[in-house]
């Protein structure tokens, strides 16, 4: 089969010479000598060789056996590795097990944002006239990139101070006297169900509103604070780039058929996907999973959401045995999903016909590189030989750790992996464990 992974897996350049310069190869650092010019480092994933000899079962199990059964990975873990190219189950451990995936779940959510609206769709935060002279009311569409600090956290985010000046001219005349927030579109708590007390307090996500700014963000920081109430405080950002109080501002919904004074649209789909796997961005997963409910007729919910991307999944004829979200950041302790799963969802995305699923790819991070993998794989004896060769989706809570991606392996085949442990009691010595494992299947030519 002909695989279109070539540029999804050939986007980041690092290599090894870069990889011994994150203290990989024997410990040894490389620093750039004043007056070189290095030379241009190979692609961090090559392009896909389908004629590369296939690892055999026996050897993997051989391979990967051992490590699984570390201590520090408890005492259930389950794991799937599957062959790219054909889809083919070379190792597997309980694969159709529902597992507590953690942000794993996001893996998910990416296909499933990306099957239902499509890579290019962005979101549209738009204004209308108000019932009275001067009313305006700004309508959130459930985008939470909307940008207010002077460099917006979210790269290509829309700006709520460009919606303010559309809004002024569209006014004339007219002064702006009230803003009225509409929430309408999204329903249900904004909690998810069994989240941590300290969900939505301690940086990681915020209460899931329909309209916020800069992921309800106090400071332009991956972990800031997060306002109590988002989508109040976007209402009175606007209401002040308009020159009217905190007082000016209301909840209530749009007339029918009100005129439009402005709008702004979200970055396109797949660069929001690509964000949310790279830094493992919880408000923005939940509000990419009601994206899907919006899609596919579901109300705009944890709950909706949740049942419509298993709605996508198997439109995609995906394995849902095992499914069990209940959210689409992976916050909550009563979401389950299986390593079959997503190693199916990552086979898939890498097919030809399927390119609309390749910002997985690009979105994952890379060992010892970039997103969430950017501190691991650093240490040799961490699995820093494979640093730059493994691009995977982490997934931590306590008691709970889980890694999902793909790897090349020594003999150049292109393998999906996912490993889930949900039993854990040293939550940092079951990620060097798990990075270990991922990093044998990188050395591995296992045949």
């Known amino acids: 089969m002909t695989l279109a992974l070539v540029v999804a897996l050939s986007a980041v350049l690092a290599g090894r010479d870069i990889v011994r310069a994150f203290g990989a190869g024997g410990g040894q650092s490389t620093a750039w000598q004043p007056g ?29 056996g051992p490590l699984l059964a570390a201590p520090a990975l408890g005492p259930h873990i389950t794991a799937s590795v599957v062959d790219v190219a054909t889809g083919q189950v070379l190792y597997s451990s309980e694969p159709d ?14 296909a499933a944002a990306l099957g239902a609206r499509g890579p290019a769709y962005r979101i549209t935060t738009r204004v209308v006239q108000g019932a009275q002279p001067g009313e305006v009311v700004i309508i959130g569409a459930g985008d939470p990139t909307l940008g207010v600090f002077p460099t917006a956290y979210y790269p290509g985010a829309p700006r709520l101070d460009n919606l303010a000046a559309q809004v002024k001219e569209a006014l004339g005349d007219t002064l702006p006297t009230r ?8 329903s249900g708590p904004g909690v998810g169900p069994a989240w941590d007390d300290d969900a939505i307090t301690n940086g990681s996500g915020a209460l899931i509103t329909a309209l916020m700014t800069e992921g309800g963000r106090t400071k332009s920081e991956k972990y800031s604070a997060r306002y109590a109430q ?16 905190n007082s000016a501002v209301a909840a209530g919904t749009a007339p029918q058929g009100a005129k439009e004074l402005g709008k702004v649209e979200s970055p396109p789909m797949v660069r929001m996907v690509e964000f949310m796997l790279q830094e493992s961005d919880n408000v923005l997963a939940d509000a990419l999973a009601r994206q899907v409910a919006i899609a596919k007729g579901q109300p705009a919910s944890f709950e909706g ?32 999903l299986s390593p079959a799963l997503l190693t199916s969802i990552l086979a898939m995305a890498a097919r030809a016909d399927r390119a609309d699923l390749h910002g997985i790819f690009s979105g994952l991070p890379v060992a010892g590189y970039s997103g969430t993998l950017t501190s691991r794989y650093t240490k040799v004896q961490e699995g820093a030989a494979a640093a730059g060769l493994v691009r995977a989706k982490t997934g931590t809570l306590t008691g709970v750790n889980s890694l999902t991606g793909i790897v090349v392996d020594a003999d150049g085949r292109t393998l999906a992996f996912a490993f889930m442990a949900d039993q854990t009691t040293n939550g940092n010595q ?4 798990l990075d270990k494992v991922a990093a ?6 296992c045949r």
């Open 36 to 64: 070189q010019t290095p030379g241009a480092p190979p692609a961090v994933l090559g392009a896909m060789d389908t004629q590369a000899p296939m690892p055999t079962q026996a050897s993997l199990a051989a391979t990967l």
């Open 97 to 110: 097990a529902a597992m507590t995936p953690a942000s794993t779940t996001k893996v998910v959510t990416a």
């Open 179 to 186: 803003v009225i927030y509409d929430q309408s579109l999204y």
């Open 230 to 245: 988002p989508d109040v405080q976007a209402a009175q950002q606007f209401a002040r780039l308009l020159g009217l109080p």
């Open 305 to 336: 959401g949740a049942a419509a991307m298993k709605m996508v999944l198997e439109e995609l004829n995906l394995p849902v045995t095992g499914y069990g979200l209940v959210d689409g950041s992976g916050f909550s302790r009563d979401d389950r």
């Open 430 to 433: 079951a990620v060097i464990a």
């Open 440 to 445: 044998a299947l990188a050395a591995c030519g």
